[in-house]
Structures are given as C-alpha cells and as structure tokens.
C-alpha cells in the first residue's frame, strides 16, 4: 500500500485538466493506527467529511459549471485519500464534459468508494452530495456547540501530544459533558504546512479535569500528523487514560486547497454530525 512519502505532497505537480480517477492516491490507515494501539476493528465508528469548494465541471455544450461536493468516508474504510490528491483528482474535472450534476455526484462516488476500499471488502458506501448555486445560500455557517475550554487561563508548555496531562474524577459521581476548542492546531505529517482547526469532544463517564485537557489539545501544536489521525489519537488517549463510557471527538479543519476534512469518531451508534462550516473556515 500506499505511504505519505510516495505522495505528491510537497513534490511539484503538474494540474491535469482533463478526468483522471488514477490522480488518487489512498493511504492505509492501519500504520497510524498501530502506533496508537489500535490493531485490528477499533473502539471507534465514525466517518470524515469533507468539503469540496472548488469543484467545476463543463455541460454538454462546453459551458462550465460550479458546485460545492460534501462527501462522507466511513472510517472503517481501510484506506484514506491523500488530500492533495483529491485536489489534483478534482481538477480534473475542470475540461471534462458531464450530462449533470448527477453524472459528477456518481462518478466522485465509485471513484472514492474504489480508493478507501481498495484491498479491502465493501462494508459501506462513501456519500457524495453535490450542491448546484441555487443552493449556496442555504449553507449555514455554525460554531461547534459545547462548553469552551478556551476561557481557561492555563499555562500551556508542551507542544507535542502529552496524554499525561490528561486526568479525570474516578472517585466522583460521572458526569455528561460537551466541551469545545478552537486552539487545536498540527502539521501536515509529510510537508509540515499548519492545520488549523476546531474540535468538540463529548462524553459521559468520569469528569475529565478541563485545564489539562486544554493543554493537551494544545500539545498537538507542533505534532505533524494528517487531520484523521490526529482525531483517533486524542480519541485513544482520552479513551485509555479517561475511561469514558461513551465518548465522541469532532473536529473541523480548517480548509486548504479548497477542501477540508472534519473527521468524526464515537464510541458508540449514532447519527453523524451536519456537514456544516465554522466562521473560520
């Protein structure tokens, strides 16, 4: 399979303009898996959603098209997409002749569902919708609803990922919390470019003491890890060092080359969350 290294990213590309599903590049998400202790079928379900805002096509008659793309991979998928691959794979849109926006949705649908599921079996669907301008000012704009860890004056000196710092009330009676932050940040694992994003962790279980939390979402600021990641290692850690029992990370990177990934991980069935922007992104 696949390693980051062996990607574009980074490397000079050339933009091809014309369709071409082989720009994909799929990375197995097994490797970063292991070293957080997850081997085999995780804790977790979940999926990514990204956006796409820089999707174009041409009508039969040449004429182009815009759209913006939400499309859902379930996490269980064996594989992840290279995000500058996705871009590149998009691109090539730009020149190509589709009957539709139905013709575009089915075509980026079998070709992610190919890309995260190869060498694996089909266990579900990836989900495409995509937006015609009509529909543009429907997209809401909405922050992560929660508690702010942010209005904590902590001091923060750790800037690679510490679960140390993680701590929780096992002697006290569980609580039900929704706790958000907007200082989450890491790098891209292969070019080092900043991520930027936003994350909402909620959980029912033992009281996790919310300035060590703070500081060790803050310890991710200089980690390099690619946005999925970075989502399943804080969720292991709180996982192992917290001892929730249910438990759900969210998190909303904010965009690069016109995509953004906003991956999501729960502990237990439930329906995920609305694809829906932060301000910041």
């Not at 097994?30 to 997850?38: D, F, H, L, N, S």
């Not at 949705?105 to 190919?114: L, T, Y």
């Not at 694996?120 to 702010?148: I, N």
């Not at 993680?166 to 569980?174: C, H, N, S």
Request: hydrophobic share 40%.
């Amino acid at each position: 399979m696949n390693s980051p290294e062996d990607s574009l990213l980074g490397k000079p590309a050339s933009y091809v303009d014309h369709y071409d599903a082989s720009q994909l590049f799929p990375i197995a998400r097994a490797a970063k898996r292991a070293e957080i202790g997850v081997v085999g079928a995780p804790p977790f379900f979940g999926a990514d959603l990204w956006t796409a805002f820089e999707l174009s096509w041409l009508n039969l008659r040449g004429k182009p098209q815009v759209a913006l793309a939400h499309i859902m991979v379930p996490c269980e998928s064996p594989n992840i997409v290279e995000s500058k691959s996705f871009k590149l794979y998009l691109g090539s849109f730009s020149n190509t002749k589709f009957a539709d926006a139905e013709a575009v949705r089915a075509c980026i649908r079998a070709d992610i569902n190919e890309a995260v599921w190869r060498g694996g079996p089909v266990q579900s669907s990836v989900g495409v919708k995509v937006l015609l301008p009509e529909m543009f000012d429907r997209e809401p704009v909405h922050e992560l609803d929660g508690l702010s860890l942010d209005r904590l004056d902590v001091e923060c000196s750790q800037y690679t990922p510490a679960p140390e710092l993680l701590m929780a009330a096992f002697d006290e009676q569980p609580v039900t919390e929704v706790l958000t932050s907007n200082l989450l940040k890491s790098n891209c694992l292969v070019t080092g470019q900043p991520d930027w994003g936003s994350v909402q962790i909620s959980y029912s279980g033992p009281q996790i003491e919310q300035g060590g939390l703070l500081q060790y979402l803050v310890s991710f600021r200089n980690h390099n890890e690619f946005h999925e990641q970075c989502v399943e290692r804080i969720f292991m850690d709180l996982w192992t060092r917290c001892r929730p029992t249910k438990l759900a990370v969210y998190a909303r990177y904010t965009r690069r080359g016109g995509l953004d990934i906003n991956p999501f991980r729960t502990s237990y069935p439930q329906t995920l969350p609305p694809n829906i922007r932060t301000a910041r992104q």
